[in-house]
């Protein structure tokens, strides 16, 4: 399984673009980048998946560089109610789900 | 809302009690999981459950039995717990064990006194 390292918290600002990088050195071919959510005494909820390159939703951008050794999370103009906890996974969708949560990153946006 | 819920929301039990945890998928998933999310720790994956068969045991003492009577409810039965084993406790559910989209429950606050 691929370890990921992510910064374990970050303090924004109110309509403050936040970048949150994870690394993920040992990934391999099969290997999708996936981003979770978790806001407090709540299960997480799934964000975004990347293979490579860009990713863009309603909620999020996804950076995947050509090594796809690392990966950014991008949430733009953030608010206060993105404050979580934010989880970086790489999945092997080519051996069963192997959904493996590091302890995440802590978000705090503040006004 | 998620598709996902559980019963109790919190529950406190005795060392010497038996308890069981609900959960409950309206999605249409066929697989499964129980994660157990302590104070300060990762979540750890506990069990799998695929077309109501279980498909993994992460090492878990025996004191946690999961059923799965079939793909839309599962269970977890407990017995003779341990202080340590407070945690917040996860159900989630996949369209298939290869999904990375997992959906979570809200989870059962566990307490052990």
């Known amino acids: 399984l691929a370890k990921t390292t992510q910064p374990i918290s970050m303090d924004s600002y109110e309509g403050q673009e936040v970048n949150i990088t994870c690394s993920h050195n040992?990934?391999?071919?099969?290997?999708?980048i996936t981003w979770y959510q978790q806001f407090p005494s709540q299960g997480p909820r799934f964000i975004i998946q990347?293979?490579?390159t860009k990713v863009t939703n309603e909620v999020a951008s996804l950076f995947i560089p050509a090594d796809r050794k690392s990966s950014t999370l991008s949430l733009p103009r953030v608010s206060l109610s993105d404050t979580a906890v934010y989880y970086c996974?790489?999945?092997?969708?080519?051996?069963?789900?192997?959904?493996?949560f590091g302890t995440g990153t802590q978000l705090k946006v503040e006004l | 809302e998620t598709g996902v819920t559980q019963t109790p929301r919190h529950l406190v039990m005795g060392m010497t009690n038996k308890k069981s945890l609900k959960c409950e998928q309206h999605?249409?998933?066929?697989?499964m999981y129980w994660y157990k999310q302590s104070a300060k720790k990762p979540l750890e994956l506990m069990f799998v459950?695929?077309?109501?068969?279980?498909?993994e045991n992460n090492s878990v003492p025996s004191r946690f039995s999961p059923e799965c009577p079939n793909s839309s409810h599962l269970f977890l039965h407990l017995h003779t717990l341990q202080p340590e084993d407070s945690a917040l406790y996860l159900c989630?559910?996949?369209?298939?064990?290869?999904?990375?989209?997992?959906?979570f429950g809200p989870g059962t606050r566990l307490t052990v006194t």
């Open positions: 989630a559910s996949s369209q298939g064990v290869v999904d990375y989209n997992i959906y």
């Open positions: 040992n990934i391999a071919t099969n290997d999708y």
């Open positions: 990347g293979y490579k």
């Open positions: 996974l790489v999945v092997d969708t080519g051996g069963g789900n192997k959904l493996t």
């Open positions: 999605l249409g998933h066929n697989a």
């Open positions: 459950y695929n077309f109501k068969e279980q498909t």
